[in-house]
């Protein structure tokens, strides 16, 4: 049963604290994505990564960070120096082409107090 | 810089009211626009991909179309399980850029 995994669904953190949200697909897709949604604002571009060991920044890259070293799997942290942090993060992947499609993860719901 | 509008913001329609939604773009080089499915709390589901002007694609109730400058979503007969926020998107190169959304509510 190919998709993309999230986890966990919900996240509970103190201020000060550095999170890491896991993104996991078994579509064998090149590119991975993570976006931030905000109520009333689109989607949002963090961080994207089309080849293992590689990444680059989106519109939205300060105050987190990635890795990419396995093609299935793309963990974003959420580190201290991100002001706004309480949001719901979406990952996604895509098959490199015209088009390219993303299709997107169940999300994760980060709740910092 | 690529930029997507959609209106209305928030559209309520009684069970089988037929109606369209609007995405306006721009984008230097449209290498497709996109429209997606997105249920309270989760991830968005994707419903179509258009690549140039004149292309019509279709799934169960739903149209999607596409001028030079802009796409709709046409919704015929719609039920209370197409309620939902529909999200547009377009590329010109690697990165997607993202409208706001329309909420779709539909009234039974």
């Known amino acids: 049963d190919g998709g993309i995994t999230q986890s966990p669904k919900y996240l509970f953190r103190k201020e000060g604290q550095n999170v890491t949200l896991s993104c996991e697909q078994n579509?064998?897709?090149?590119?991975m994505y993570w976006y931030r949604q905000d109520p009333g604002q689109g989607l949002r571009l963090i961080y994207y990564?089309?080849?293992?060991?590689?990444?680059q920044k989106g519109d939205i890259a300060e105050g987190y960070s990635v890795s990419r070293e396995k093609k299935e799997s793309f963990p974003l942290t959420v580190t201290s120096a991100q002001k706004n942090p309480t949001a719901f993060y979406l990952c996604?992947?895509?098959?490199?082409?015209?088009?390219?499609?993303?299709?997107f993860g169940p999300g994760t719901r980060l709740t910092v107090t | 810089e690529d930029q997507v509008t959609q209106s209305p913001e928030a559209l309520r329609l009684q069970e089988g009211e037929s109606s369209s939604l609007n995405c306006s773009y721009t984008?230097?080089?449209?290498?497709?626009l996109f429209w997606y499915r997105q249920d309270p709390g989760k991830g968005p589901e994707f419903l179509f991909t258009?690549?140039?002007a004149g292309e019509e694609k279709e799934k169960e109730r739903l149209k999607a179309t596409l001028t030079k400058k802009e796409s709709f979503l046409h919704i015929t007969a719609p039920k209370p399980e197409d309620s939902a926020t529909y999200l547009c998107?377009?590329?010109?190169?690697?990165?997607?850029?993202f409208g706001t959304g329309t909420r779709l509510t539909i009234i039974p």
């Open positions: 996604a992947s895509a098959r490199l082409g015209q088009g390219n499609e993303q299709y």
């Open positions: 579509l064998n897709h090149d590119a």
């Open positions: 990564s089309q080849i293992v060991n590689d990444f």
């Open positions: 984008v230097s080089g449209l290498r497709g």
């Open positions: 258009l690549y140039s």
């Open positions: 998107a377009v590329t010109g190169n690697e990165k997607l850029t």
